[in-house]
């Protein structure tokens, strides 16, 4: 009866720790998700119009956007070792980096548009700084 107990019980643990990973998996698949659409809106807003009025659509995303994408993030502060998978840490890492990479190269694709457009640049390089405030090593 003992053996059978224990077993119930690793069968009953095994399943609590399985859900809980996949509930984790979720959370930081959604992070991985809303922060790749809107670094994806706002790069087209800037493609679309590479100057000081592309640059502000972008703002306008940016702030609209941001509050929901740091709440998923900070969500995933409390995430510990072993509840995600290392391969989905580095999905949520290179998705960060490809981000982070795509939008700073707006600044080398359009520094003749930013630098011709009034302000342009100066408003490019502080959404980069506000973005990095937001989702940055903090």
């Known amino acids: 009866m003992k053996k059978v107990t224990i077993f119930i019980t690793m069968v009953f643990c095994l399943a609590f ?8 998996d979720a959370e930081v698949e959604a992070f991985i998700t809303v922060q790749t659409a809107m670094v994806s809106e706002m790069i087209k807003k800037i493609d679309a119009d590479p100057t000081t009025d592309g640059v502000d659509d972008a703002r306008k995303v940016f702030d609209a956007k941001k509050a929901g994408v740091k709440e998923k993030r900070d969500a995933l502060k409390t995430v510990r070792e072993g509840q995600v998978s290392p391969a989905l840490f580095k ?43 937001y989702f940055g090593n903090n």
């Open 17 to 24: 720790a399985g859900c809980s990973n996949s509930n984790k």
């Open 91 to 133: 999905k949520m890492n290179d998705a960060n980096d490809k981000a982070v990479a795509d939008f700073q190269g707006l600044k080398k694709k359009y520094a003749e548009n930013f630098q011709k457009s009034d302000g342009a640049l100066d408003k490019y390089n502080q959404l980069l700084k506000d973005y990095d405030s």
